[in-house]
């Protein structure tokens, strides 16, 4: 459960090959470079962007470039090939450096972040289509009014720029089709008039096809739902964690009829329900709600209609009901799109159907921590191409399928806490050659048999083994992980001291837990765990972890205390230690 807890509550969308981040599609703006061109800079516009130019601060001399008269060869500085016209200024800060310094991280050198003040000299450049001051760091500027008189703007990103406010003048941009304000108050999104309270204004925006204000304050926005559902045009919505309360159940009509991508993570809805109008949205391809407080049955949506769904994620919330509803939906017809199914952490119930080996796309399936029932279907084996198959924390029996064992694209395989019978050898895992996560829970009925000697197909990050009998030596098969981050084998009948090359390869450990074992020894005196300050990765998850867990609780370990450098959490109770506390 643990690799579960520590990795899959912190799951950014795994598969690589899926658009970045929250799989966003972005609305494309052709630009062209004139560098190579003959394209001469007008002088006004020069002039322009040096008062521009003057009104920020600059520490790493980013805008260095900006010297002479040819402006449109200056960094960050588009130019129409034909007129010479501006038509784009993209000074955003694509470096980790502003932003780490934001967070408070001591960064070497200076600051990579654009300051200062942001000069309504902008309205001069009256060509200017593409706009992007994302990731620096205007220190609780107002955004300003004047951004709405850019008339010809089709492309504005704001995103971390630390800039507090939505003017509703942003309305007045008609030709406006990207536009991103994702985060854009942080850190000064705790500061009242950062929050935005009114969205009516988006309702002007005819030409929008792509609106993203995840972590924008709008819990104070009582309807903000109806003005974006005039946007026809609109491909992609975002509204991750924007401490949205309110939630229509039913709207008159739906009008965003070219809705791809719509993300309402992250919220904490009061109306409680899955919307019915989400049956009426065609021509969504991806559907996230994960964290976000949603109850009722899973029947309120008629998953059939979504014909075109490619990725959907629910996990975290309350929704009940029979999980064989969307399933059985999902798969009718010529619905089988479905690739990412993930409905983790619910309270569905039922049995997975037959149709389940319908859906021949789906490359991750997580039910995890549900109370789903009954056995696990023999048309499972049709779903040849996944990669991750999460069915742990449910009250599943019977056999487990060995066709699974066939899944030559398994990256992660969780089984913990079911009632699944059978007996697994290291003979199963013979084709697994992509595993990375590995998760088991042994029982009365259901078994794992692993030689000492074996020398596993795959490289795992993360194995977790409980109530299994590996014991009562250390598997020395895990000399041959190079890449193991977390390691969990706890009950599992060790009963010698810990070898050398354990606490050897702690060097790579993250997390270490060797709980509720017979092991004895002493601890030794120097261990080397990973650096507390860097950020960790574990497969296709990413976690935000900054320290290093151990836990070597009820066991023989004797002798002296150790404190070792880099631990966030130790946990030794129920030993045999004694001596002082270091």
């Not at 034909?82 to 450096?97: A, E, F, K, Y």
Request: aromatic share 10%; with cysteine.
């Amino acid at each position: 459960m643990a690799c579960w807890k520590i990795l899959v509550t912190l799951l950014v969308l795994f598969l690589l090959s899926f658009p970045v981040t929250n799989c966003i599609k972005t609305a494309s703006l052709l630009l062209t470079n004139t560098t190579e061109g003959k394209v001469r800079c007008g002088e006004s516009e020069r002039n322009s962007l040096l008062r521009f130019k003057q009104s920020l601060t600059d520490p790493s001399d980013r805008l260095a470039s900006w010297v002479g008269k040819e402006c449109c060869i200056w960094k960050g500085v588009f130019c129409d090939i034909q007129t010479g016209n501006v038509i784009s200024l993209d000074l955003n800060d694509r470096t980790s450096n502003c932003y780490m310094k934001k967070m408070g991280y001591l960064i070497p050198g200076n600051s990579t972040c654009l300051g200062g003040n942001i000069s309504p000299a902008l309205l001069e450049l009256r060509y200017l289509q593409y706009l992007d001051l994302g990731g620096n760091d205007f220190k609780g500027l107002a955004t300003p009014t004047f951004l709405g008189s850019l008339e010809n703007l089709r492309y504005l990103n704001l995103t971390l720029s630390s800039l507090i406010g939505v003017p509703p003048s942003l309305g007045n941009l008609s030709n406006l089709q990207y536009l991103s304000l994702r985060g854009h108050a942080y850190p000064y999104d705790t500061v009242e008039r950062s929050w935005v309270k009114d969205l009516s204004w988006v309702s002007c925006l005819s030409s929008l096809k792509y609106l993203d204000l995840s972590y924008v304050n709008l819990s104070s926005a009582i309807r903000w739902f109806e003005p974006i559902n005039k946007l026809p045009s609109l491909v992609t919505l975002s509204l991750q964690s924007c401490s949205l309360r309110y939630l229509p159940y039913s709207l008159p009509k739906w009008n965003m009829t070219s809705l791809s991508y719509l993300s309402l993570s992250g919220n904490n809805f009061d109306t409680y329900v899955l919307p019915k109008w989400l049956s009426n949205a065609t021509t969504l391809e991806t559907l996230c709600m994960k964290y976000s407080n949603i109850q009722g049955p899973i029947s309120n949506v008629e998953w059939g209609k979504l014909s075109n769904l490619r990725m959907l994620y629910l996990r975290q919330n309350k929704i009940s009901g029979d999980i064989s509803r969307v399933v059985e939906g999902l798969s009718t017809g010529s619905n089988m799109t479905i690739e990412v199914l993930y409905l983790a952490q619910n309270s569905l119930t039922g049995q997975l159907p037959n149709s389940l080996g319908h859906l021949k796309n789906i490359r991750a399936l997580e039910i995890s921590y549900n109370m789903i029932s009954g056995t696990i279907p023999a048309s499972i084996e049709q779903l040849s191409g996944l990669e991750i198959l999460n069915l742990g924390g449910n009250q599943l029996k019977g056999a487990l399928p060995e066709s699974i064992f066939n899944f030559s694209e398994l990256t992660l395989l969780q089984l913990t806490t079911n009632a699944l019978e059978g007996n697994l050898s290291q003979n199963h895992f013979a084709r697994l050659h992509q595993l990375k996560l590995l998760a088991v829970s042994c029982g009365r009925s259901f078994t794992v048999n692993l030689s000492n000697e074996w020398v596993p197909p795959f490289s795992l990050s993360c194995i977790e083994l409980r109530s299994c009998s590996l014991g009562p030596k250390f598997p020395t098969w895990l000399k041959t992980q190079k890449q193991l981050e977390i390691v969990i084998l706890t009950n599992v009948s060790i009963s010698e001291s810990t070898p050398p090359w354990l606490w050897l390869m702690c060097s790579q450990f993250r997390y270490l837990d060797l709980s509720d074992n017979q092991i004895g020894g002493s601890l030794p005196r120097v261990v080397s765990f990973p650096s507390t300050c860097q950020r960790w990765t574990v497969g296709f998850y990413f976690s935000y972890y900054y320290g290093v867990v151990v836990d070597l609780s009820s066991n023989r370990f004797h002798g002296l205390l150790r404190l070792w450098p880099n631990m966030t959490h130790l946990n030794l109770a129920n030993n045999l230690f004694s001596g002082s506390i270091p």
